[in-house]
């Protein structure tokens, strides 16, 4: 089964930074792009970074970018976010992402399927 599970979050303060990991299994990672959002409390839930399956293109959403970093380790299904200079609107739950995987059904059909990981929380407070 696909799994995609974070790891890393934490409690930083402002101008801290944190190093995040999702570690993915059940599907062939390095032939997928992957994703990080990240969901403030209350709000909705926003894609931050994204990285094509080789490593060699990445794209940021504007509050992120020139302070988070996205890789991806496919030796070892592994996707990091380096998060620095972190401000306090960075707290949110952060969530790994891959998307239209290509998966078997029961009935012997395929799929292409959306896969979260059940998050790893951020705080940046002083």
């Known amino acids: 089964q696909v799994q995609l599970v974070e790891s890393g979050g934490g409690l930083v303060q402002p101008g801290g930074s944190l190093t995040l990991s999702c570690v993915a299994s059940?599907?062939?990672?390095?032939?997928?792009?992957m994703k990080w959002y990240r969901q403030p409390p209350g709000k909705e839930r926003e894609e931050v970074a994204s990285?094509?399956?080789?490593?060699?293109?990445?794209n940021y959403a504007d509050s992120v970018k020139g302070r988070f970093t996205i890789s991806r380790d496919n030796e070892k299904k592994t996707v990091y976010l380096q998060l620095n200079n972190m401000k306090p609107e960075d707290t949110a739950m952060y969530f790994c992402h891959v998307q239209a995987v290509i998966t078997q059904r029961s009935n012997g059909r395929y799929l292409g399927s959306n896969y979260w990981g059940k998050g790893t929380p951020v705080t940046v407070s002083s």
């Open positions: 990285i094509v399956p080789s490593g060699s293109i990445t």
């Open positions: 059940g599907f062939d990672f390095s032939t997928y792009a």
